[in-house]
């Protein structure tokens, strides 16, 4: 088959590389995506060319008219190269009006994705969540024993490099923290926010009476928080979470990377609570904690005492086996979908 992924975030280039890997000596592919540099040096480190379409916009009203490029162009694309499957957010439109098949990896609840539930996903052909969100109940939805972090960081497909860590004069014992900070610039980020520059400052000086601490963000950081700046480069994030003592973060995605891997998390934002996967995660496996930004002194408490602990990180990799165990090996689970597709969405469907 002829497949054409577009991609709309950088995490997505991890769980579409492990697909690709899968399926690239069957199938053809055509990558596209915008104009975002870390993109860019993800597909480039997995070795997969890309077609760039345009430029992000900025504000509702540009990324909307943006939005309207994007999908002609790969409309154009999907009709040229005669594409059988797109996947993507911006593909489900896009492949209206040809003989492709759309698909979407879905792992927000509808109730936090209003604006894409109410105008992308009824028309996309078929859509793959985690069965944590199967109370939804979607009759388009194949829903999977997992999470998307497991089709990249599963242990069949990841191990963490220890040489990362040696490249920054940093030792596998060493205490050290991670604080992810995010932009909330996606569409379905609008009216949501995380941590207050007050919140991260006072983080800041928490956390580093226990051990170094580092910041990765999605926008420019501060100048007093500059010389916290994380040093690597984005392909070695994975091992540098992977050995971290601990997360605290406003971001969701980097919180479920850390579930996977076995690293305590904290996360401050307005999602709290509200996000299936994440709930799973916290609720039953207690591999995060979540807070609302009005709840931040509680989360201070809530690390403070994690911090006190001294916690042996053999507790938290028992819980993340607990997780593993209940779940399925992604990656491969998505590749019998595509190569059998649509007889085994069909079959899944109607089971």
Partial sequence: MKILIDVGHPAQVHYYSAL??????????????RDQQIVADLLKYYGIPYIVI????????????????????LHNLIKSHEIDLAFGVSSVLASKGSK????????????????????????????????????EGSPKTVYYPGSHELSYLHP??????????????????????????????AYHDHGNHGLT??????LVERLSQYGRVYITSETPIDGEFEKYRIPV???????????ASMLVSDSQTMTSEAAVLGVPSFRCNTFAGRLSVLEEEEKRY???????????????DAITKHLQRRADRTEWYMK?????????????????LINDYPKSIDKLLKT
């Fill in 20 to 33: 690709y890997k899968f399926l690239k000596d069957d199938h053809s592919f055509i990558f596209t995506c």
């Fill in 320 to 336: 993340r086996d607990m997780f593993i165990r209940d779940k399925i090996d992604v990656t491969p689970f998505w590749a019998s």
């Fill in 54 to 73: 345009g430029e992000k916009g900025t504000g509702l009203k540009q990324k909307a008219l943006k939005q309207l490029n994007f999908t002609k162009t």
């Fill in 197 to 202: 520059t007050v919140q991260k400052k006072d």
């Fill in 156 to 185: 069949n497909r990841y191990q963490p490099d220890p040489v990362v860590l040696q490249n920054y004069g940093l030792r596998e014992e060493e205490v050290y923290f991670i604080l992810r900070l995010t932009a909330f610039k």
């Fill in 233 to 243: 480069k984005v392909h070695e994030m994975h091992s540098f979470l992977a050995y």
């Fill in 286 to 300: 207690g591999l995060t904690v979540g807070f609302k930004p009005w709840q931040f002194n509680w989360m201070i």
């Fill in 100 to 135: 492709a098949k759309s698909i979407v990896f879905c792992d927000d609840d509808r109730e936090a994705i209003k604006l894409i539930s109410k105008t992308i996903l009824p028309f996309a052909d078929t859509i793959i969540s985690p069965d944590s969100l199967s109370h």
